[in-house]
């Protein structure tokens, strides 16, 4: 109780506290809460941890960075990191690079973000076209049935 209050008005306590009150769940989650940078110190397993992954990237999205493989692969996560800054799409597990859900996030916001699609996603109307509206050079780096696409190439020469 003592160290959760503690680490709930200064998360920098965390570093003072038992190792027992370090690899606490409750207290590494009020600490991350408060300070999503304190996701970087919080063990492997609660790294990736859903509820910990969550509570650090909606507070700061480069905490995705930090992520364990299993939230970098989650689709609720990778969403709340891209959604904020599209640039964590790179680091991104392959299958959510491949989701056209997190790509469309991620290149409706940063079109650039379209490199690191999945072979699915470049080839994907939605996510080609969310792309291109936003800078047309894009439409080059398409795969060759979205540069066949009449929509995808209209949206590149509009935008042009």
């Not at 409750?26 to 492997?44: G, Q, S, T």
């Not at 800054?85 to 790509?103: G, L, R, S, T, Y």
């Not at 072979?119 to 509206?133: F, Y």
Request: aromatic share 8%; proline share 8%; glycine share 2%.
């Amino acid at each position: 109780e003592v160290a959760l209050a503690a680490v709930r008005k200064d998360p920098r306590i965390f570093f003072h506290a038992a190792p027992t009150m370090q690899d606490n769940e409750e207290v590494m989650l009020a600490a991350v809460r408060n300070d999503p940078k304190m996701f970087f110190h919080a063990a492997p397993e609660m790294q990736d941890n859903k509820e910990f992954a969550l509570a650090a990237v909606r507070n700061d999205p480069k905490m995705f960075f930090h992520a364990g493989p299993t939230m970098r692969d989650n689709k609720e996560v990778a969403l709340a990191a891209v959604s904020k800054d599209p640039k964590m799409f790179f680091h991104a597990a392959p299958e959510m690079q491949d989701n056209e859900e997190v790509a469309l996030a991620a290149v409706s916001k940063d079109p650039k973000m379209f490199f690191h699609a999945g072979p699915t996603m470049r080839d994907n109307k939605e996510v080609a076209l969310a792309a291109v509206r936003k800078d047309p050079r894009i439409f080059f780096h398409a795969a060759p049935t979205m540069q066949d696409n009449e929509e995808v190439m209209l949206a590149a020469v509009r935008n042009d």
